[in-house]
């Protein structure tokens, strides 16, 4: 059974930083690609990034300047360190875990979620 669980969301203003965590339950981080989405009010979810389970990462082409996913194997925790903050930045974010050998940001490859963290990005 796999158990995603965010945290670390927050307000912030524009301009600022937050890193965001998903802690995992037994070895998934190891075992399943791992990635980040985020929905904003009114729009589809959209990936932000996926790190594989030897730790390559792709990101939404976006976002890849300011957003950084890693994760720690050894405490099954997943994050999202977040730069420099825009307004539309502010969204719920997930974590998801999915095929190992399908790691890219397709939400269907992810059967795995989290319940999401609120980022509220303010002018």
């Known amino acids: 059974q796999v158990h995603l669980v965010e945290y670390g969301g927050d307000s912030v203003q524009a301009g600022g930083s937050l890193r965001l965590s998903c802690a995992a339950s037994?070895?998934?981080?190891?075992?399943?690609?791992m990635a980040w989405f985020r929905q904003a009010e009114g729009k589809e979810r959209e990936g932000v990034g996926v790190i594989d389970t030897s730790g390559n990462t792709v990101y939404a082409a976006s976002l890849k300047d300011r957003f950084t996913v890693s994760k720690d194997n050894a405490k099954g925790i997943l994050y999202l360190q977040m730069n420099n903050l825009e307004p539309e930045d502010t969204a719920v974010y997930y974590c998801?875990?999915?095929?190992?050998?399908?790691?890219?940001?397709?939400?269907?490859?992810?059967?795995?979620w989290g319940q999401g963290t609120q980022v509220t990005v303010a002018f």
């Open positions: 998801a875990a999915g095929d190992p050998f399908a790691c890219y940001l397709h939400r269907p490859n992810f059967p795995y």
């Open positions: 037994g070895n998934t981080v190891t075992r399943h690609c």
